[in-house]
């Protein structure tokens, strides 16, 4: 029986290499970046760059065993598909599907050679994990990606700060984009464009009027709900009138996802830290110094979680502090790099990954680095410069 994870494996191994395929209708299919394959909500391999007759098309590509499965899972009302630009199955058992361009595996491959590939095949250790020996050249060579990822998370915040000029808007939009996970960060982060920081200025001494702003502006209200949601939903028409706020459509991600880590759980979080602390974005915002670090946890009555510090201090703190001084000209930051490395690593599939190959994980400096170095080159495959890729030729 062909499975589904089958075909992920032989685009993920096999499509670049074999580049062109043919549509059902006879079009041409180059593939210039097969792309990412996506284990969250949504299409199975995202951020796509095909030739289709010699046009470039940029989105996302969806797997099924057979075309009628695009109904049968109701993708055609999920706006999570509607970048879908390439539809690959394996047996076109309909011809219902007009939203993009399909591929039929079974007039190419034999279903032996699809059999190649198991369900583990898309989860295929890095090329270089037959590797035993991990040598001080390769943890240097981790330290300069994390050393690049916390300039260029820098320079990114340095950029927003001459648009906008206000390291309170910054910091309210990054909390937002944090607190959104890797799956909804995005959304989160439209989320927070959408509410100008003047707005929650006015609103975050006042939980209803808090709730009524962020849920309203994210979609998550109805008149038709209780009593209470109700309530808030008239109070957003309300305030959206006053403050001139227009919600712009979110597509949230609630697969493989725990309760907790829900929008609406996270946008009731959000509200209550706001109301409950109404200055600590400001206190945050005013950071420069480790020092300024600690006396903000003394300080405040903000006392957030260690999960919630350490995304804080890595994806907020340092990069922030850091680009204030690169506005002052000083471009030196070995101390930021040591203050990384004393708070723990992250703990995720890339960092897992890396350490069943024998890598010594101990600090979020070295974490940082492994995400980087898998993200812009592991990911693609791409060793070239790699000292593991180096010793494994020689």
Known sequence: MIREVQLHAFWKLHAKAI?????????????????????????D????????????????????????DWFLHKHQHDLHFKPVILHVVWNNDSNRYTHSPVVEL??????????EYNSRSIGLPLPCSNRL??????????????INRLENRSLELLSQWKRQKSWEVICWKRICTILGGVQNGEAFSMLADSIPYAVIRLVKFDLKALL????????????????????????????SSKFGLLAPKFR???????PNAFPQKRIYYLAKLIYDHPQWIEQLSQLETRSDWNMFLQKTKFKPSKQ????????????MCLAKKLNMGNSSFPDYLNWMASI???????????????????????????????????????????????????
């Open 19 to 43: 580049q062109s395929f043919k549509t059902i209708d006879g079009r041409t299919i180059f593939i210039h970046e097969e792309g990412i394959y996506n284990q969250n909500q949504g299409p």
């Open 45 to 68: 391999f995202i951020n796509a760059c095909l030739y289709v007759d010699g046009i470039r098309w940029f989105g996302n590509i969806e797997f099924h065993v057979k075309t009628s």
């Open 106 to 115: 079974q007039t190419m491959l034999s279903i032996s050679h699809l059999n």
């Open 133 to 146: 020996q991990i040598t001080p050249e390769f943890y240097d060579y981790v330290d300069s990606f994390s």
């Open 212 to 239: 009524a702003v962020l849920l309203g502006q994210s979609g998550l209200l109805s008149s038709k709900l209780e009593k209470e949601e109700k309530q808030l939903h008239n109070l957003y028409i309300q305030l």
């Open 252 to 258: 949230f991600v609630f697969l493989r996802m725990r």
């Open 308 to 319: 919630i510090q350490t995304s804080l201090l890595i994806n907020l703190v340092f990069p």
């Open 344 to 394: 723990p690593a992250e703990n995720n599939v890339m960092v897992k990954r890396f350490k069943e190959m024998g890598l010594y994980i101990h600090n979020a400096k070295c974490s940082q680095g492994i995400i980087e170095l898998f993200k812009r080159k592991c990911e693609k495959s791409d060793c070239k410069g790699c000292p593991r890729s180096i010793n494994l030729a020689s």
